[in-house]
């Protein structure tokens, strides 16, 4: 079960905790934890495997009962992964958990030793102290529909990058095979013709000339191929091969360049099923009650909105939307020092592929005479510089979402910069 992360305010002063906190540094291999009780330093070693996990966290809640707590909190911070196991096997104990920032922990090991080296013994202090003052994230599992959204949205970037991987590979090939070829990257990669060339040829210009005007035309025409991108095929191919290569190099190219092609169609073909699927989990989510979000024309596509949703969680977790946008790294810093008062900054904490995806939502919106186009125009016209303009609209996109999902209303757009009264 996958964690992340968001603001914790559970515990506040004139609140006491009856649970034990134990602090604990997760690496690949091996878990170091420590806790404290009246100023007595309680710590151990184990191995991160799971029959360990178990044995010595029964252990620390047997010690919890008996030294007068209700039970254990784990606290760590998190560590590519490596914590995940730990996690689930405190929440199926009746642990609680939680998470605190790595960039804390970082600094704050200058604060509790005075030394900013860094070990697998000092962490775990380090982490306590943190918890100590109540610096903690709310470890928040996702489950069901909310944790096959969130795996499938990251295997969707994946997919995405591994096609621009192909592609741009493809196109380092075609300066040594084609380089004379005349066509677009549309005509390249969304073509039929193309495929045509890639599996006679291998896009190989060589190959197409020797092949003859006449089979060369021959076996195109029996693929769908039109005349006149025939005839342009083969003036550029001619242009080509004005300065030859070596026939072998080029064979040799040509059959990268089909191996290519035939990976870019699998990851094609997966990245459509992907977001079907993904489409069909929210449409699930809908039936059951746990979002009251949809896909409108004029602000979010089906699809889009399931990214969305795949990197917030649920919305009715989050008591105000500035903790939305703290979650999500969109809330704004100050920037100043003395006299020196700079222009406040995007934090850029929280999950990055949440900012990537909303950057991708608002990207249409943006145009004149769209949703948010006026909006962003005036902003750039004040003198606002687009990364800016970009976030700001990000920032009353996510709100403006945020209100759909709790209000239960439906989109008006005629209300997004509109108040009722």
């Known amino acids: 079960m996958k964690t992340i992360m968001m603001l914790n305010d559970r515990t506040r002063a004139g609140q006491p905790e009856t649970r034990w906190d134990i602090a604990v540094d997760v690496g690949q291999k091996a878990l170091d934890w420590y806790g404290e009780v009246a100023g007595k330093a309680h710590q151990g070693h184990i191995a991160n495997r799971s029959e360990a996990i178990l044995a010595c966290l029964e252990q620390l809640k047997a010690e919890a009962l008996r030294l007068g707590f209700s039970g254990v909190r784990i606290i760590c911070e998190p560590t ?7 996690l689930r096997a405190a929440r199926q104990l009746g642990c609680a958990t939680a998470l605190v920032n790595g ?11 005075n030394d900013t080296g860094k070990s697998d013994t000092k962490d775990p202090r380090t982490i306590l102290l943190l918890a100590k003052w109540n610096k903690t994230l709310t470890d928040r599992p996702l489950a069901d529909e909310w944790l096959l959204l969130r795996e499938l ?8 990058r591994d096609s621009t991987r192909c592609k741009n590979r493809i196109h380092k090939l075609l300066i040594s095979v084609f380089p004379d070829l005349s066509f677009k990257k549309d005509w390249l990669f969304d073509s ?5 060339v890639v599996e006679l040829y291998g896009l190989n210009a060589a190959a197409l000339i020797a092949d003859g005007r006449e089979r060369c035309t021959s076996k195109l025409r029996r693929r769908h191929v039109g005349p006149k991108t025939i005839g342009r095929l083969w003036a550029d191919a001619q242009r080509t091969l004005l300065i030859p290569a070596d026939p072998a190099w080029l064979e040799l190219l040509g059959e990268d360049v089909r191996a290519l092609y035939a990976e870019l169609a699998v990851l094609r073909t997966r990245r459509q099923a992907t977001r079907e699927h993904m489409i069909a989990l929210v449409e699930r989510l809908h039936a059951r009650g746990a ?3 949809h896909a409108h024309a004029d602000l979010i596509s089906p699809f889009m909105l399931a990214r969305v949703l795949a990197e917030t969680g649920p919305l009715q977790d989050f008591p105000n939307f500035r903790q939305l946008w703290r979650y999500g790294g969109l809330n704004l810093r100050p920037h100043q020092s003395g006299a020196m008062k700079g222009q406040p900054r995007q934090a850029k904490r929280g999950r990055a592929r949440l900012r990537h995806v909303l950057a991708q939502a608002i990207l249409k919106r943006v145009v004149h005479g769209q949703l948010y186009g006026e909006y962003y125009h ?12 970009m976030t700001a609209v990000a920032r009353k996109f996510l709100k403006l979402l945020y209100g759909l999902e709790h209000s239960a209303t439906a989109f008006n757009p005629q209300r997004v910069f509109q108040s009722a009264a």
């Open 80 to 86: 590519g992964g490596y914590e995940r196991r730990m």
């Open 103 to 113: 960039e804390a922990v970082n600094k704050m090991q200058v604060v509790e030793s």
């Open 153 to 160: 949205n990251a295997r969707y970037d994946r997919l995405e």
């Open 192 to 196: 039929r013709a193309a495929e045509a």
């Open 291 to 293: 979002t009251r979000l």
């Open 378 to 389: 005036r902003k750039r016209d004040a003198g606002m510089c687009g990364g800016k303009a």
